[in-house]
């Protein structure tokens, strides 16, 4: 095997050199070493080794069994089967039920609105005034009252008759060791009284300290509503004058628009009524010569007639010329059948001498 690079390659994946050439005589630009059957390679198919270590773990997680390469596609999960025209089939819990996304959204939606009208219905402390700012401070009732009256109580009860039991022996435990002893002397015990002093100086110390700074904030939160309130007041006033101004203003404006349009309208009426002045006047001129010009023009063409002439033209006389004409016509008829029959009875008697 020559470790080359071939300029060409063959269908079946031949090299083809001209003549037999070492590793170091061959040059791969020049074109004139290209010749038939002098070096030939081929290998057979083979399926592509993943990468693996060189010792076998025993125990496989299934991690790394999923990150190794496989060897063969037909085992290789991302590999579709199947055919591949259909959509692949997906199971029922691929995809979340729009009825649970919607009941989901819902609930996230109530909640939500919960919270911004909790949000809006809390009172919420004003801003600090100029030098002083907000700090939380603890106002739980965790104090106790301290007094030296120690608290009593009555209580009574009525029992049955009994014959009282024998009283039990004493436990006495059995003796183990060996017995020790101490000597103490006056001052060395713990003297609670003069012990205690300083920490109940310390506590009601505190506690005095606490409650007055407990009613300082009473009356910073109160005297903080009352100017509250005072400015919400101020405030109110301040908005039902800005409102009376723009319903004054408002007014105004509406006035105002209203006359102008009143004025308007007034202009435009007094400006049709002067143009109808105009048109009537100009009709008149124009009109007071045209009917008798008209009824001349009219009359001159024979649009006015008398009726009784008109039926006698229209109506009595083609009558009577049709009537005449009829008449004449039987006439004719009749003086020409006699004159037939005088002819014939001329002819005859001719005819007979």
Do not use: C
């Not at 609930?107 to 801003?127: F, G, V």
């Not at 101490?182 to 009601?204: K, N, R, S, W």
């Not at 002045?277 to 009359?299: E, I, K």
């Amino acid at each position: 095997m020559i470790s080359t690079q071939p300029p060409a390659l063959t269908s079946t994946g031949s090299k083809v050199l001209d003549s037999p050439i070492t590793a170091s005589q061959f040059d791969p630009d020049n074109t004139k070493q290209q010749g038939v059957e002098s070096y030939t390679f081929s290998s057979e198919p083979k399926a592509l080794q993943a990468p693996r270590k060189k010792y076998r773990d025993a125990v496989a997680t299934a991690a790394e069994k999923d990150q190794r390469v496989p060897v063969n596609i037909m085992y290789d999960r991302r590999i579709h089967r199947g055919n591949t025209y259909s959509s692949p089939i997906l199971p029922l819990n691929a995809q979340p039920d729009p009825v649970e996304v919607q009941k989901h959204a819902e609930l996230k939606r109530k909640l939500k609105a919960k919270q911004r009208a909790e949000a809006h219905r809390r009172i919420r402390t004003p801003e600090p005034v100029d030098g002083r700012r907000h700090i939380d401070v603890q106002t739980d009732l965790y104090l106790e009252e301290l007094s030296d009256k120690v608290p009593e109580a009555y209580a009574a009860t009525q029992t049955d008759a009994f014959l009282d039991r024998a009283p039990s022996p004493l436990y006495i435990p059995q003796k183990s060791g060996v017995d020790v002893a101490t000597q103490v002397y006056e001052g060395e015990l713990f003297d609670f009284d003069f012990e205690v002093q300083p920490i109940l100086e310390v506590l009601v110390g505190k506690t005095l300290e606490q409650a007055l700074m407990e009613v300082m904030e009473e009356e910073e939160l109160e005297m903080l509503r009352k100017r509250q309130l005072k400015y919400e007041e101020r405030r109110n006033a301040e908005m039902a004058e800005v409102q009376r101004l723009e319903d004054a203003e408002r007014r105004r404006t509406e006035e105002k628009e209203r006359r102008l349009l009143e004025q308007i309208r007034n202009l435009k009426e007094k400006k049709e009524v002067a143009e109808r002045v105009a048109a009537r006047a100009f009709a008149q001129s124009y009109l007071q010569n045209l009917l008798p010009a008209v009824f001349d023009s009219l009359a001159t063409n024979g649009y006015f007639y008398d009726t009784v002439e008109k039926e006698v033209e229209s109506l009595y006389l083609p009558w009577l010329t049709s009537e005449v004409n009829k008449n004449l016509d039987n006439l004719n008829i009749a003086r020409s059948l006699v004159n037939d029959i005088v002819r014939n009875s001329v002819q005859k008697m001719r005819s007979s001498q």
